[in-house]
């Protein structure tokens, strides 16, 4: 049997191109134009999920800055959708770059800290596993004063207690927590 093609449905013509970016006269298709508005409410979302003080920090319109607001007093599901589309409208007529940056640094912050705390996570284990650990410490970050960290090391190394069994869970001391707050203020200082 031969394959039969579609024909349109009456008032509609012929799919052709449907994901060309500009119709024939140069303007932005349809398509193209919501697919700008969806990347424009999404970024507005992104900017009022911003804690206050930062939001406070950008230059924004009163009027998006008041529909903001509105989003936040909002309950309903039905409302913030309908409210993040006003915003992604009120978006139209704000320079984006500003807040795509203001967003992008929020969420790189966010990331630099959680890598912080791993990479003093890393040096305490390392510091209290191994005595070599001190002296590449010690070169990495001359202006540490050693006296206090050999102290808060050796009272951490005698805090350690054996594991007590699978699965239950080790309780460690006040100095290894001590010294994972002199590791982490020590690395701040030097960042």
Known sequence: MPAMSRRPAPGRSPASEADAPFDDEGRPSKSERKRASHLLQTLGDEVAALPASRLNALTLPDNLREAIRELHRTKSHEGRRRQLQFIGKLMRQVDPEPLQE?????????????????????????????????????????????????????????????????????????HFRDLFQFIKTQLKATA
């Open 102 to 174: 203001a967003v992008a640094n929020f969420k790189l912050g966010g990331a630099q800290d959680a890598l912080a705390l791993h990479q003093a996570e890393q040096w305490r284990e390392s510091l209290l596993a191994d005595d070599q650990a001190l002296t590449r410490w010690m070169a990495e970050h001359p202006d540490t004063d050693a006296q206090p960290l050999r102290a808060l090391i050796r009272q951490a190394r005698l805090e350690v207690r054996p594991d007590a069994g699978a699965g239950v869970a080790q309780r460690q001391g006040r």
